[in-house]
């Protein structure tokens, strides 16, 4: 039998890190709402993991991330006691579209964008896992530790309240 690689390894912690932390951003940031507290989040986990590596079993290795970091993330909305939002870049593009255009299209993506933070985490996370990942019903049930049935009615549930915005009545959800 061969023995489990070494977290302290430098070779095993980056492929650790090459493996798990796009994942780990992605769950933090369907989760939380927030991309750049997601990033950080990340940041800090690996730093603890590798700090920790001594302790830490390489087999338990994602478990121990996903935990560290959602107490990471539970920690700082405790601290800052903020509410969730959505970031947004300033990207200043020259086009020849018609402001109008602009402003719906701005207002459309404001009243999307608070929706979908409006809607109970759990609600929010299983429709990003599904409509930004791609994940199935199942995957999403296996990596929430949730039966497929609560899935399906986490993501029914939000697709009810994204109907409510106006402008998406016209597109097929």
Not at 13 to 41: C, M, P, T, V, W
Not at 100 to 122: A, C, D, G, Q
Request: proline share 2%.
């Amino acid at each position: 039998m061969r023995p489990s690689p070494s977290v302290c390894e430098e070779n095993t912690y980056n492929e650790i890190y090459r493996n798990h932390s796009e994942k780990l951003r992605n769950y933090l940031y369907y989760k939380f709402g927030d991309l750049n507290q997601a990033e950080d989040i990340v940041q800090d986990s690996f730093l603890k993991l590798w700090n920790m590596c001594g302790d830490v079993i390489y087999d338990k290795v994602v478990s121990f991330l996903y935990r560290i970091s959602n107490n990471l993330a539970i920690d700082g909305i405790r601290s800052k006691k903020v509410a969730l939002k959505f970031q947004k870049d300033l990207v200043i593009v020259q086009d020849n579209e018609d402001p109008y255009f602009h402003l719906r299209t701005k207002e459309f993506r404001l009243k999307i964008e608070t929706t979908i933070s409006s809607l109970p985490e759990k609600q929010r996370e299983a429709f990003l896992l599904n409509r930004i990942d791609k994940l199935t019903y199942k995957e999403i049930a296996n990596r929430l530790g949730i039966s497929q049935t609560a899935v399906e009615n986490r993501i029914a549930k939000a697709l009810l309240k994204l109907k409510d915005i106006e402008e998406l009545k016209k597109y097929k959800l």
